[in-house]
């Protein structure tokens, strides 16, 4: 009996571990992706500036479009955080009321199942905002090289 409380103990202590590992990670998510898109922001800024200003660029309306894209991805990337804050509150609310665990459990995957969209939205947004200032540079850079 020793044995199997023992083992018990260390999975405990293990899937523990695990969920600290989990938070720190989406901590980093989240100021990762918010550093990158923030700082594309302010590189293209300073691209159009010294490099291809405005007035000479071709084709603004593709660096408008990244723009948007990575102002899109801070603001879902700031949803997420608050919608992820406040359905902590939520599930420390439902346990406080003994929530039954079936429903506990269905109610948390359903509040993950839209943080997890909302990442993935944020990456797709980043990704594509990227691609779009990339190929501004790119062209303008042939353009005016």
């Known amino acids: 009996m020793g044995k199997n409380k023992k083992g018990s103990q260390e999975w405990k202590e293990y899937r523990i571990s695990i969920l600290e590992e989990k938070a720190k990670s989406d901590d980093d998510f989240e100021k ?10 302010i590189i293209t800024i300073t691209f159009v500036e010294k490099i291809s200003p405005l007035e000479q660029s071709i084709h603004k309306w593709i660096l408008i479009s990244g723009w948007g894209f990575l102002a899109s991805t801070l603001l879902i990337n700031l949803i997420s ?16 009321e003994k929530m039954p665990f079936e429903k506990l ?5 359903e509040r993950n199942k839209v943080i997890s969209t909302l990442n993935v939205i944020s990456i797709i947004s980043l990704g594509i905002g990227i691609i779009s200032i990339l ?3 790119a062209i303008n850079a042939y353009n005016h090289g």
Do not use: V
Not at 81 to 94: A, D
Not at 105 to 109: A, D, E, L, Q, T
């Open 32 to 41: 990762y992706i918010t550093f990158i898109s923030s700082g594309a922001l």
């Open 81 to 96: 955080h608050y919608l992820s804050s406040r359905f902590n509150e939520k599930t420390i609310q439902n346990l406080d």
């Open 105 to 109: 459990i269905c109610k948390i995957k």
């Open 135 to 137: 190929l501004f540079a």
